[in-house]
């Protein structure tokens, strides 16, 4: 198998990993405080991270390589997990998918900026128009306003497009472990100060849902889905591989599906269709 296929096949391992991210933030914010979930959730990422740093054996990151990780930290590890907590306190998960489906755009955008990519039209209209089959299909039924949960939730996706962009170019040196790693044990200290200062009275009152929710956020979301997802885009292409974002949407309906035994209709499998076709396309006029 060659090395684009894999990187193809890594980054659609981080993509169903993250699918769940979402549903399982909002399960969690339903028992604790935002800002306590964003600071434990990577603090308790750090400290597995660190585990691995020590058992591994990585070499430690030059001086001229922290402010890139510094950005990563801001983008994915403090900015994306702390906005949508909040956002997701205003609008349901569902709503949240028309966010999603311009992190693609957004993502390919940075990867152009920082890391100089070039793609040809023909990559960017599959782009545009995959994100257009996603936004439709989530506001089939009409938006509600919130403008609060709106414009954090597009904060998030700015922020998340970045951290992205700079931690699989920083990838390409490090490698894709290290630099979510690296990025989680540099942000351990203003992370664990977070969850301290908006640490509970009482657990007590804490739901199953939400412990489970935090536990997934906190392994698959925070590390996990990084180790797969960086290694993807910083072989296969930001732009490229960041195209398969697309589907992550439809990745979580799935899996209401099958454990909640939410109904699938047509037009979810026709969209979901159309989706993998944009990505399909991408793929083919990536340059």
């Not at 709106?150 to 894709?176: F, I, P």
């Amino acid at each position: 198998m060659d090395s684009k296929a894999v990187s193809w096949i890594n980054g659609f391992i981080g993509v169903a990993i993250f699918a769940g991210s979402l549903p399982a933030t909002r399960a969690a914010v339903l028992g604790f405080d935002p800002f306590f979930l964003t600071g434990a959730r990577a603090a308790a990422a750090a400290l597995l991270g660190a585990v691995l740093l020590t058992v591994l054996r990585a070499p430690r990151p030059q001086r001229a390589d922290l402010p890139a990780l510094f950005l990563v930290a801001l983008g994915v590890v403090l900015g994306f997990p702390l906005l949508t907590a909040l956002a997701l306190q205003y609008v349901t998960s569902a709503h949240s998918i028309v966010f999603v489906g311009l992190l693609p755009l957004c993502t390919a955008a940075f990867g152009v900026l920082l890391a100089g990519e070039r793609h040809r039209p023909a990559f960017w209209v599959c782009s545009l128009l995959g994100s257009a089959v996603v936004v439709g299909y989530a506001a089939r039924d009409g938006l509600d306003a919130s403008w609060q949960g709106d414009s954090l939730m597009l904060a998030a996706v700015v922020v998340c497009g970045l951290g992205y962009a700079e931690g699989a170019r920083l990838s390409r040196r490090l490698g894709g472990w290290q630099v979510i790693c690296w990025a989680l044990l540099l942000s351990l200290p203003a992370m664990a100060a977070m969850a301290i200062w908006r640490w509970p009275s009482s657990f007590a009152s804490v739901s199953l849902p939400a412990w489970l929710g935090f536990g997934y956020v906190s392994l698959f979301s925070m590390l996990l889905g990084f180790v797969f997802w960086y290694r993807g885009l910083a072989h296969g292409g930001i732009a490229a591989v960041g195209q398969l974002q697309l589907l992550q949407p439809f990745m979580g309906l799935a899996l209401a599906a099958a454990l909640l035994g939410e109904a699938v209709s047509i037009g979810m499998v026709l969209v979901t269709l159309g989706a993998v076709l944009c990505v399909a396309g991408a793929r083919r006029f990536a340059s």
